[in-house]
């Protein structure tokens, strides 16, 4: 096992290495393994949908096709999350929206840029938090 990504939340992507077959990625939170991939794009979009989304659970999602977050959330969140899911592409998304699967693209790359600047947001708030935590006593 080798750690690819870390993100808050003790949030992290996880490679796991196998012989003779595809590797895979393991898309983990505090309690341990949440989502498993074969392609390590999916499993850093999934974490990205994850990340704008504040993060949702999958429990029965099966039965409604999408966690209820990632369905009230924007088109854009809904397109990513489907395009992530392992047995899913950018193609069969694109024919679900009725749409051309560039216009599809462009939404994912939307998504993803919004979930980098929301990282960074965070990881200022936490840089500045520590800052002022720190005291001088001279």
Known sequence: MKLIEEYAHSCRIIKEFRENIPNKYHYEGPMGRIKSFENPDKARLYA????????????????????????????????????????????????QFGLPEDRVREYV??????????????????????????????
Request: aromatic fraction near 8%; glycine fraction near 6%.
């Open 48 to 95: 990205d949908v994850q990340t704008v989304t504040g993060g949702f659970r999958e429990e029965k999602t099966g039965e409604r096709g999408a966690p209820p977050t990632v369905a009230q959330s924007r088109e854009d969140v809904l397109m990513a999350y489907y395009a992530a899911q392992p047995t899913m592409s950018m193609q069969w998304v694109a024919a």
């Open 109 to 138: 790359k939307s998504l993803r840029t919004r979930a980098e600047q929301q990282r960074e947001e965070q990881q200022e708030a936490d840089d500045q938090d520590q800052d002022s935590s720190e005291f001088d006593f001279s």
